[in-house]
């Protein structure tokens, strides 16, 4: 059984309503958390290594994503 702080009650309300979202609704949401999570993603980056450049987060961001070794050298 999942761990949950949300009542039952609740959980059929929110079922309810994603039930009667459409499929554009419910994809805008997925992409708007999509969107914040990279945002809070590179925040801790930039909190991590305050001296680099817009172009080495986004690097790390992509490392983190997709590579679990760091990148080659000449991806940098």
């Known amino acids: 059984m999942a761990i949950s702080d949300t009542s039952p009650e609740i959980e059929a309300?929110?079922?309810?309503?994603?039930?009667?979202?459409?499929?554009?609704?419910?994809?805008?949401?997925?992409?708007?958390?999509?969107?914040?999570?990279?945002?809070?993603?590179?925040?801790?980056?930039?909190?991590?290594?305050?001296?680099w450049s817009e172009r080495q987060v986004m690097i790390e961001l992509f490392r983190l994503a997709f590579f679990p070794d760091p990148l080659p050298v000449w991806v940098r």
């Open 13 to 51: 309300m929110q079922l309810q309503i994603r039930r009667a979202m459409t499929g554009e609704q419910r994809l805008r949401i997925a992409l708007e958390m999509s969107l914040f999570t990279r945002e809070l993603i590179k925040a801790g980056i930039r909190r991590d290594h305050p001296n």
